[in-house]
């Protein structure tokens, strides 16, 4: 036990109970609410519970004007349409990452103010997206109407005038940059894309299974140099839910509890995207580094890392963050593909990520966690050196100054 | 030939707090809040220095000088009709934090590289004047 830390960190008495994921697909044609409810309901019995035993509700980002299916149902119509009665509610888009609304719901669990939490994320992506092409922030591309040009205020005026109209144009920024100060290569990047691939196809959920040779990877167009389309996360429709309750509830279950070991949340430096200091890393540098002060475990106890990959770029990033390997070092580190697969030094992205396996955003990493520390991964499930199944899990959400990070522990500690 | 931007310029509201900003190029002139306490540039705009909280901030020019920190050629049409062009972040030489999300304009991007010197030009669009970067000249 570290000697600066008197006291277990309270995220630890919460557990994640149970897991459910609705169909997932390019585009399914069900409401958001209808997706969300078959991923509770999943969610609610693998835990071995009833609706009634729910005294909670979260999600990300809750109910804000994000690009058409990005948002999904807030938790006032999940918790009516489900006839929820909660003694804790919590819905929003600010935070470490996604996983905001997780953390959310181990510390309030943890502080008493509920037993079980209903935790879900729904997106409907695919469908909005259409047969059109990918839209920027804010709508940038979608025509101004006939009302002349629109008008930006806030954070997004700084870079939608200069066509930086998505998160692939602030990212391949970083990308960029990566290239210059590490010597990063499209070959070292697109093993991030490969390996995601190479899974998917042992996904029955996943978007993208045909394999992919690395002429594949370097033959696609460009999106934003050097990001190419295999670089982006695949939109999608679906749902995932998680219940996240107070730890006396493992012994009652009829699969190992997953742990929530420790969270790492913090943000230093400035919360921009073209303003942060360290051009190379962002946020994910310094929720990487929080996430180690809160717990004795080590990067090298990690069996398996579910590493967010929105683009493909935001791996590299987080393997560093993380501690995986050193600044910089991420590109030696992917290089071949042998060490980040699922019989490699650390098996990562095991489901296929969000480039393959569809961008359940920043959930559908923690759902796959869950399944590789339950051993219900299937034909995809790492087995570890020895023949163990994994006990450690780090997941991470998040790109640019949006970050946020746990580490998952099967049973107990 | 890549283009100096996208086809079409999304605005930004000349709200009190940034109007300085987006209409100073109208002399030809970049400037920044800058915090007379301190003399730190604060960018974006606020009504407090992030470095000493004082709030005596007032717009200031600066050269107009920066360098490329890093760039990207856009291909995908977010905005139909867009000929490739080059965004980037590029520092302004007074106080390399300060960066400009911007693109860089009459130049080819085989002739772009992180850290190369360059300076502002302004795009005039209705009532904004969007700082754009091109190569500094050697020497000048």
Redesign the interface.
């Known amino acids: 036990m570290s000697a600066t830390r008197a006291e277990e960190p309270m995220e630890r008495r919460a557990i994640i109970s149970g897991i459910g994921q609705s169909d997932v697909g390019r585009r399914l044609g069900r409401s958001e609410l209808d997706l969300t409810v078959e991923a509770a309901q999943a969610a609610i019995a693998d835990a071995g519970l009833t609706r009634d035993d729910i005294d909670g509700i979260a999600t990300y980002p809750g109910m804000t004007a994000g690009p058409p299916g990005f948002s999904g149902p807030a938790t006032p119509e999940v918790q009516d349409a489900m006839g929820l009665s909660v003694n804790w509610h919590d819905g929003g888009v600010e935070g470490p990452g996604q996983m905001r609304a997780v953390i959310a719901a181990a510390l309030a669990v943890a502080a008493g103010l509920a037993r079980h939490v209903l935790v879900y994320r729904t997106v409907t992506e695919g469908s909005a997206q259409g047969s059109g092409?990918?839209?920027?922030i804010?709508g940038?591309?979608g025509g101004?109407g006939g009302g002349g040009?629109?008008?930006?205020?806030g954070?997004m005026?700084?870079?939608?005038?200069?066509?930086?109209?998505?998160a692939?144009?602030?990212l391949?920024?970083?990308?960029?940059?990566r290239f210059?100060e590490f010597g990063l290569t499209r070959e070292q990047l697109g093993q991030i894309a490969i390996n995601a691939r190479r899974n998917a196809g042992l996904n029955p959920k996943a978007i993208y299974t045909a394999p992919m040779s690395m002429g594949d990877y370097l033959a696609a167009?460009?999106?934003?140099?050097?990001?190419c389309l295999f670089d982006c996360d695949a939109p999608c429709d679906g749902s995932t839910a998680f219940i996240v309750s107070q730890r006396d509830l493992a012994g009652d279950l009829d699969h190992p509890a997953v742990q929530i070991n420790a969270v790492g949340t913090a943000l230093h430096g400035r919360p921009s995207?073209?303003?942060f200091?360290d051009?190379t890393t962002m946020a994910a540098r310094d929720a990487g580094a929080s996430l180690w002060l809160r717990t004795d475990l080590t990067p090298a106890d990690v069996d398996t890392a579910q590493l967010y990959d929105g683009f493909s770029i935001l791996t590299m990033v987080w393997l560093e963050a993380l501690g995986f390997c050193g600044r910089g070092e991420s590109g030696a580190f992917v290089e071949g593909g042998a060490n980040i697969a699922r019989e490699g030094l650390l098996p990562l992205n095991t489901a296929g990520g969000q480039l393959s396996a569809g961008r359940l955003h920043g959930f559908g990493f923690i759902h796959e966690a869950c399944l590789q520390l339950r051993g219900e991964a299937g034909t995809r499930q790492v087995v570890r050196p020895g023949g163990r199944s994994p006990e450690v899990a780090a997941v991470a959400n998040g790109g640019g100054p949006i970050a946020g990070t746990m580490l998952l522990t099967r049973g107990l500690a | 030939m890549v283009a100096n931007g996208p086809v079409l310029r999304l605005l930004p509201k000349l709200t009190d707090d940034v109007a300085f900003f987006w209409t100073s190029g109208e002399d030809g002139v970049l400037r920044f809040l800058r915090c007379h306490s301190c003399g730190f540039f604060v960018h974006p705009p606020a009504p407090v220095c992030r470095q000493c909280l004082s709030r005596d901030l007032a717009p200031e020019a600066v050269s107009g000088r920066g360098r490329v920190e890093s760039f990207t050629v856009n291909y995908q049409q977010w905005i139909p009709g867009s000929d490739p062009y080059i965004v980037a972040w590029v520092s302004i030489d007074e106080q390399p934090a300060v960066r400009l999300t911007t693109n860089l304009v009459d130049v080819e991007p085989e002739d772009v590289r992180i850290g190369m010197p360059v300076r502002v030009v302004f795009e005039h669009v209705e009532d904004v004047w969007f700082p754009l970067f091109t190569p500094a000249e050697a020497g000048t």
């Not at chain 1, 092409?133 to 920027?136: P, T, V």
């Not at chain 1, 391949?172 to 940059?177: E, G, N």
């Open positions: 092409g990918r839209q920027g804010g940038a591309g101004g040009v629109p008008r930006f205020g954070s005026q700084w870079t939608l005038p200069f066509g930086a109209v998505s692939a144009n602030w391949a920024l970083v990308a960029q940059r210059h167009r460009m999106i934003t140099t050097p990001l995207w073209d303003q200091d051009m």
